[in-house]
Nanobody, 122 residues
Framework: EVQFVESGGGLVQAGGSLRLTCVAS????????IGWFREAPGKEREGVSC????????YYADSVRGRFTISIDNAKNTVYLQMNSLKPEDTAVYYC???????????????WGQGTQVTVSS
């Protein structure tokens, strides 16, 4: 019953921007954080950003802080990741998931979307 649908990925030149969208179904709770992991070839899955449904508290990985902005809609079902000043090292498949805020990074989370590919060229 819990599912995530990601969209918005694509190919962009370094310095460009993309906005990812995650539509979350079956996610409830003010203490739940919805956000993004990414997985690049040959690298471990990395927590990127999340936002707490109740109070809007945000988290950003050091590698994206200042460049990415996460937001959530009024219904608390759709999360956006605005990615600016993209770098080639941002190239990855981006996945959406959710967990209670203290466990978002440590998980494991049982539900993931199909992912959306972000490719940043030099």
């Amino acid at each position: 019953e819990v599912q995530f649908v990601e969209s918005g990925g694509g190919l962009v030149q370094a310095g460009g921007s993309l906005r990812l969208t995650c539509v979350a179904s079956g996610v409830t709770g003010d203490d739940t954080a919805i956000g993004w992991f990414r997985e690049a070839p040959g690298k471990e899955r990395e927590g990127v950003s999340c936002i707490t449904r109740g109070d809007g508290d945000t988290y950003y990985a050091d590698s994206v802080r200042g460049r990415f902005t996460i937001s959530i809609d009024n219904a608390k079902n759709t999360v956006y990741l605005q990615m600016n000043s993209l770098k080639p090292e941002d190239t990855a498949v981006y996945y959406c998931t959710a967990d209670i805020r203290p466990s978002f990074l440590t998980g494991p989370q049982p539900y993931w979307g199909q992912g959306t590919q972000v490719t940043v060229s030099s």
